[in-house]
């Protein structure tokens, strides 16, 4: 039965963000707004809210950060294993595409955030907390001021680069009023966010049964579940040829993460989110950061049978982890 419950609130976290993703089409097809904004701050945070819910529940509710954690950088990892698959799929169609300048900061700012992350490791310890005193309430780690400073630049230089345009994309009419589009969007939103927080006291009780670790348990029920929606609006704007908008949304959600986790860690009055009382998180971070350098090489060459190496070599860092 608990089983059947994962699967049930999984379909529904994935049906609600396929809706409101649609809704931020519609929008993209009604404004001049550039496809790196819409699909690294607007359609990245939409897709991203499962983590935002999931995390802040298994913080502030169940005490769990090791789970939040898990479920942040297990997120990420499966993202871009999930991206590269869909490049090989779509590999030469998406070498001739012209991406905007600014992912490529982006992934360079995510890079920087994985590196604030692992400093946790030796360097900090247990004294990476900066403010509070005596006050668990206060608590914030370095490694989340670096973060939001990380995300504040993101959102500047997307917001900031007029990118691609999506005139050759192939989407459908848009026939719905500027209003009711928001409307829907909002009502979709609120299905993510229930589904989401049921999600992760389910995931709780499976990692219990099964005898897991919590970052296991979140990289693998919670990283994937949650994954679903930016995997599966990426390979409907791959069908499009949106390149842009299907890149920013994958990278663009990897970044606002590590936002949500430096939320969780601010939120969370029992210390710090960044802990790693769980060696699976750290195998987490090492193979996030590689597959977040293979995929900014990826971006950087030109040639398709450079980004086919090394697309499948962001496929073997998930698989690695799986292993380990």
Do not use: Q
Not at 125 to 151: E, F
Not at 209 to 237: D, H, M, Q, R, Y
Not at 248 to 267: E, K, R
Not at 274 to 283: A, L, M, Q
């Amino acid at each position: 039965m608990l089983y059947l419950i994962y699967i049930v609130t999984v379909v529904a976290v994935v049906w609600f963000s396929i809706l409101a993703s649609r809704y931020i089409d519609m929008i993209d097809r009604s404004t001049r707004l550039s496809g790196a904004f819409l699909g690294g701050v607007l359609l990245s945070a939409i897709t991203s809210l499962p983590e935002l819910f999931t995390s802040i529940s298994a913080t502030v509710l169940i005490d769990n950060p090791s789970l939040c954690i898990g479920n942040i950088l297990g997120s990420n990892l499966f993202n871009f294993g999930m991206l590269a698959v869909v490049i090989l799929f779509f590999l030469r169609s998406f070498s001739r595409a012209s991406l905007a300048v600014s992912h490529r900061y982006v992934m360079l700012f995510l890079m920087m955030m994985y590196l604030a992350t692992a400093l946790n490791w030796k360097v900090m310890g247990d004294d990476n907390i900066i403010l509070g005193g005596d006050n668990p309430w206060l608590y914030v780690s370095i490694t989340s001021i670096i973060v939001v400073i990380l995300y504040g630049l993101s959102v500047r230089f997307l917001a900031g680069d007029n990118g691609s345009s999506n005139e050759e994309a192939d989407g459908e009419e848009v026939t719905l009023s500027l209003r009711a589009i928001v409307v829907r969007f909002v009502l979709a939103s609120i299905g993510i966010i229930v589904a989401s927080i049921i999600l992760t006291y389910v995931t709780d009780d499976i990692a219990t049964e099964l005898n897991l670790g919590s970052g296991l348990a979140g990289a693998l029920f919670l990283g994937v579940a949650t994954s679903l929606p930016e995997v599966t609006s990426t390979i409907s704007l791959f069908r499009m040829r949106n390149f842009d908008i299907a890149f920013g949304n994958i990278a663009g959600s990897n970044v606002f993460n590590f936002f949500v986790l430096a939320i969780a860690d601010i939120l969370y009055s029992g210390g710090s989110v960044y802990h790693f009382d769980d060696e699976k998180v750290i195998y987490l971070t090492v193979f996030g950061m590689a597959s977040s350098a293979l995929i900014y090489l990826m971006i950087r060459v030109r040639s398709a049978w450079m980004k086919a190496l090394l697309a499948i070599g962001t496929v073997a860092c998930y698989l690695a982890f799986l292993m380990l």
